[in-house]
């Protein structure tokens, strides 16, 4: 059985945790727990008629004291870009991020998760941002962790673009 390694990247409390929760267990919890390190969970998933075990390594987030070590990325098949739809910033951290993993590792698929959309009211990141992503090439998602909106898609679309790497 094959299995990928898929890294959970961004700043602090976007949603990392809840969409490897969702995405595993179908379940979410409003209580944040900051991740400490890296928490590893696997999923085995279906895929062009193949068994994959991913292998979901989701990081600590990053701020203004806490770089990540790129050394987590090493061997990794993939990774998922997330942002906080209500805190713009955060995705200016994510796309500093995949910069310094590409310097660092080369071309590594990724998707971009852009989560809490279940906050449509408070939501910062203009559609037009969204669009100037997409027209560059990356592929951004939508995202909900507490509703479910997006997240199977999400992962479904970076398996599919690790596979075809």
């Not at 890294?7 to 409390?13: I, K």
């Not at 910033?89 to 998760?113: C, H, M, W, Y």
């Not at 408070?122 to 962790?145: C, D, K, N, P």
């Not at 509703?147 to 479904?156: A, D, K, M, S």
Request: aromatic share 8%.
């Amino acid at each position: 059985m094959l299995q990928k390694k898929i890294c959970m990247l961004g700043s602090f409390s976007v949603g990392k945790t809840s969409l490897v929760k969702r995405f595993v267990e179908s379940i979410f919890s409003d209580r944040y727990l900051t991740s400490v390190g890296v928490k590893i969970d696997k999923k085995v998933i279906s895929s062009g008629g193949e068994d994959m075990t991913l292998m979901l390594w989701d990081l600590y987030g990053e701020d203004e004291y806490q770089k990540i070590r790129m050394s987590y990325l090493r061997g990794a098949h993939g990774y998922l870009l997330v942002a906080d739809g209500t805190r713009p910033e955060t995705l200016d951290v994510a796309l500093s991020i995949q910069r310094e993993a590409e310097k660092n590792f080369g071309p590594i698929p990724f998707v971009i998760a852009i989560n809490k959309s279940d906050l449509a009211r408070e939501w910062e990141i203009t559609a037009e941002r969204e669009a100037e992503l997409t027209g560059s090439g990356r592929t951004v998602i939508r995202t909900s962790a507490k509703t479910g909106e997006g997240v199977e898609q999400l992962f479904e679309s970076l398996t599919k673009a690790m596979i075809a790497s």
